[in-house]
């Protein structure tokens, strides 16, 4: 069984800075791509940030340049670095991962989801 751990969400007023992080545990073979996704109220999930196996990494056009996204060396952990938070960037960000194990495969896995609030 995959697990997914999130923390790091908040409140944090607007130009703030929060951290996410999530950690995969679990009957693992191989990690691949890990990403972070948000959904707001009334919206759509959509891609905040991607980071594939060989370390490459993609952005949201509205994020660019603010957020960072960076894993641990293990593999197993990725982390969102979220810089100048505007209000826009409330919502509820899903951790994301693609993941080998002993009887899969590769499949997707998702986090609980953790609140980012941006509020003064």
């Known amino acids: 069984q995959v697990q997914l751990r999130e923390s790091g969400g908040g409140l944090v007023p607007p130009g703030g800075s929060l951290r996410l992080s999530c950690a995969v545990s679990?009957?693992?073979?191989?990690?691949?791509?890990m990403g972070w996704y948000r959904q707001a109220p009334g919206k759509e999930r959509e891609l905040v940030a991607r980071?594939?196996?060989?370390?490459?990494?993609n952005y949201a056009d509205s994020v660019k340049g603010r957020f960072t996204i960076f894993r641990d060396n293990g593999w197993k952990t990725v982390y969102l670095q979220m810089n100048s938070l505007k209000a826009e960037d409330a919502a509820v960000y899903y951790c994301?991962?693609?993941?080998?194990?002993?009887?899969?495969?590769?499949?997707?896995?998702w986090g609980q989801g953790t609140q980012v609030t941006v509020s003064s």
């Open positions: 980071i594939i196996s060989g370390g490459r990494t």
């Open positions: 679990g009957d693992i073979l191989s990690v691949y791509d």
């Open positions: 994301n991962a693609v993941v080998r194990t002993m009887g899969t495969p590769r499949a997707d896995y």
